[in-house]
């Protein structure tokens, strides 16, 4: 039987807050507006916000990280401890996008302790999740696992479901790659049992494949393929 790749689910991101649906040209017409010698504080932290939403949109990493750079200066000025927490989270999400695991935790670290001194619990789960990812990119993964399961709660208490879907499954990739494998199914079955209220179609997919590798590395090879018909029936019914 020919070997089955896991999937390992990292980069998710949504746009949220006021500006979520606002088009990319529009924010920056808006932030153009703002008189630039003008750096009172309600000024400055509506340049942090829309610089911030800016650069969550951009496709191309390091003109994100340039404009969170902006915001975590004008942030550090302002001592605007919201600012700094969103523009930490997402800078170190950015850098960790482009392999630099180091600096990605550096500031997801500074992100989460802002997020728990506002007691924010959506930013808090972000940064943890993120911090577990760059760890477990680094070959730490006894620190990836426990920012993963001190992840699961926060974003479950969040509402962040994808996320806590995410990180669910990835603690199945680490005891897959331990050759812990009844323990990686078991949480990849929680994933699955998880995923309903919303639902994700990548997710159940994503949970199929992995538990057809374990299976495989079991040598339980008819479970291993009765995972990979299921995966197969779930695209033949949703092919986008």
């Not at 930490?88 to 670290?109: D, F, P």
């Not at 374990?214 to 695209?235: G, N, T, V, W």
Request: net charge positive; hydrophobic share 40%; aromatic share 14%.
């Amino acid at each position: 039987m020919r070997h089955v790749s896991l999937v390992f689910l990292f980069s998710v991101l949504f746009l949220a807050d006021a500006f979520a649906f606002t088009p990319a040209d529009s924010l920056r017409k808006m932030l153009a507006q703002i008189p630039s010698a003008n750096h009172s504080f309600a000024n400055d932290t509506a340049r942090i916000k829309l610089l911030c939403e800016l650069g969550k949109r951009t496709m191309e990493d390091d003109t994100a990280l340039a404009l969170f750079q902006q915001a975590i200066g004008l942030s550090e000025k302002q001592k605007w401890d919201r600012g700094l927490m969103i523009a930490n989270c997402y800078y170190g999400y950015y850098s960790g996008r482009k392999g630099l695991y180091y600096r990605a935790c550096e500031h997801l670290l500074r992100g989460l302790h802002m997020a728990e001194e506002l007691n924010n619990k959506s930013y808090t789960g972000f940064a943890l999740r993120y911090l577990a990812d760059n760890y477990l990119n680094l070959n730490e993964s006894k620190k990836a696992m426990a920012y993963y399961k001190s992840a699961i709660p926060v974003l479950l208490e969040a509402g962040d479901t994808l996320r806590y879907l995410i990180s669910i499954n990835n603690v199945g990739i680490i005891h897959f790659r331990n050759a812990a494998y009844d323990r990686a199914i078991s949480f990849f079955n929680l994933c699955l049992k998880k995923n309903r209220f919303p639902y994700f179609i990548e997710v159940e997919g994503y949970c199929l494949v992995n538990l057809s590798a374990c299976y495989q590395h079991k040598k339980a090879y008819d479970r291993a393929l009765s995972y990979l018909e299921l995966f197969r029936k779930l695209k033949q019914n949703n092919p986008n």
